[in-house]
């Protein structure tokens, strides 16, 4: 089975600031390698797809990269709305989540 | 537009039984792969199983194998998840999510539209 980890486990930062989430694979998974959003009591929300596709409606500030094990998510500039916590996902085979890495207010 | 309603969740005792449901609508159900996910409190999200537009082909995590079955009606546009032999580490909201058309494996495409999830208690 393919296993995700996802650094750091949680983050606080600032509205404004340059946010970067990084996940890892256990074995190369190409860039079948998704991103969701989830706030506090909702479903989770897809940002991110096949590495770096930018899923209809979402901020231009998302992007996602990275290749093989090694990926990243960044927020260019923070926004209030934006303070959730965000998992990384597998779909090379079935699908595997990251642990998730919580973005709160500084 | 696209809409996944879950129900079915409750209070159910460990070994027992519980059916869930998910109605979609505002998309042509049998042209998707569906899935479940859960989310145990104050968790993270785990993958349970998926299934294939025509229902052919399934897939499941191994902590849920044996015990859960997944199956969908495309006549009634409704996806199921047949939970049997339940235990107290079962207990979780239950999401089920659409895979889009995109961004595609072999196996499996990225979820993209997810109902408000079921919440399913296993407790004596």
């Known amino acids: 089975d393919i296993q995700m980890t996802q650094s750091p486990s949680s983050l606080s930062a600032s509205v404004g600031d340059r946010v970067t989430i990084t996940c890892r694979a256990s074995q190369s998974i190409s860039s079948y390698l998704n991103w969701y959003q989830q706030k506090p009591g909702k479903a989770p929300k897809l940002l991110i797809y096949a590495a770096s596709s930018l899923q209809s409606g979402v901020p231009s500030r998302f992007s996602g990269s990275g290749s093989g094990t090694d990926f990243t998510l960044t927020i260019s500039s923070l926004q209030p709305e934006d303070f959730a916590t965000y998992y990384c996902?597998?779909?090379?085979?079935?699908?595997?989540f990251g642990p998730g890495t919580k973005v709160d207010i500084k | 537009e696209v809409q996944l309603l879950e129900s079915g969740g409750g209070l159910v005792q460990p070994g027992g039984s519980l059916r869930l449901s998910c109605a979609a609508s505002?998309?042509?159900?049998?042209?998707?792969?569906m899935s479940w996910v859960r989310q145990a409190p104050g968790k993270g999200l785990e993958w349970v199983s998926a299934?294939?537009?025509?229902?052919?082909?399934?897939y499941y995590a191994d902590s849920v194998k044996g015990r859960f079955t997944i199956s969908r009606d495309n006549s009634k546009n409704t996806l199921y998840l047949q939970m049997n032999s339940l235990r107290a580490e079962d207990t979780a909201v239950y999401y089920c999510a659409k895979e889009a058309p995109w961004g595609c494996s072999s196996t499996s495409c990225p979820p993209d539209y997810w109902g408000q999830g079921t919440l399913v208690t296993v407790s004596s």
């Open positions: 299934i294939s537009g025509s229902g052919g082909s399934t």
């Open positions: 996902q597998q779909s090379y085979s079935t699908f595997t």
């Open positions: 505002g998309f042509t159900f049998s042209s998707y792969a």
